[in-house]
């Protein structure tokens, strides 16, 4: 399992920047010249991720609080129900950045190997598989916590009320990133784009589950060519049978 301090999720760099958050003194020797300056809603909102981010990781999803959470990051449980309501909206919303960072970090990762004018189906499936590979290989702790949270979904209607709109949202951001890609590289897919988004989510998450459980057998090698399988099979050359949906 990575180091928080050096997982390269935001999840890691969450946790790394809930231990050097500033926290409040206590003590007889802290003395206060006054009245703490409030601090500002989105500044509240960050320093809690970040203790969740930290505390979901070290204690999984069921063992832990919300004082903890709030303590963590300085303030009273007040400040976690008054920014995320409950414990499920605060861990679904983790989750949620995390995704929506690994979205952002494809589309980027994509983008600068390739530029517009020598785009190509291969290169930009390439560093597809291989940005994918990369999340999946290093960052173990992320993922495991969307497993864990998935799994929690599906027994507590509670938490699975919290997690469909991130999850949707979600779905919703890999579909744009699709359909960015096959436009600019001028090919389609078998499926229509929902669908095959909905694929690369499910491949994702069951060979991360795989990978928790036999780490030594799923290494980089077998989830690069699993990737390459799905996506070659769903999205084939220009010149192949593909359809618009």
């Known amino acids: 399992m990575s180091d928080p301090g050096t997982d390269r999720s935001g999840l890691g760099r969450a946790a790394a920047s809930a231990r050097s958050a500033p926290s409040a003194p206590s003590g007889a020797a802290a003395e206060s010249p006054g009245p ?3 601090v500002p809603r989105a500044e509240v909102r960050r320093r809690l991720l970040a203790a969740a981010a930290r505390v979901f990781a070290e204690r999984g999803y069921s063992e832990s609080r919300l004082d903890d959470v709030a303590r963590a990051a300085g303030f009273t449980k ?4 008054s920014n995320f ?3 499920q909206e605060l861990f679904a919303e ?3 950045a995390h995704m929506a960072e690994q979205v ?3 589309r980027g990762g994509i983008t600068s190997a390739t530029a517009p004018d020598s785009a190509d189906r291969d290169g930009v499936q390439a560093r ?13 702790r992320g993922q495991r916590l969307v497993l864990e949270f998935a799994a929690q979904a599906s027994r507590d209607p509670q938490v699975q009320a919290a997690w469909a709109p991130h999850r949707r949202a979600h779905q919703d951001a890999v579909v744009e ?3 960015e890609q096959l436009q600019a590289l001028g090919v389609s897919a078998i499926v229509d784009l929902d669908t095959l988004a909905l694929i690369m989510i499910a491949l994702r998450n069951g060979l991360a589950l795989e990978r928790a459980s036999a780490p030594e057998q799923v290494d980089r090698p077998v989830i690069e060519r699993a990737v390459a399988a ?8 220009a010149s192949g049978p593909a359809t618009d949906r």
């Open 85 to 87: 309501g409950s414990k």
């Open 128 to 140: 597809g598989i291989e940005l994918l590979s990369d999340y999946l290989v290093s960052d173990d």
């Open 104 to 106: 952002a970090n494809v």
């Open 177 to 179: 990133l699709m359909t």
């Open 78 to 81: 007040g400040a976690v129900y």
């Open 36 to 38: 703490a300056p409030r």
């Open 230 to 237: 799905v996506l070659t099979s769903l999205i084939p050359p």
């Open 94 to 96: 983790l989750v949620s």
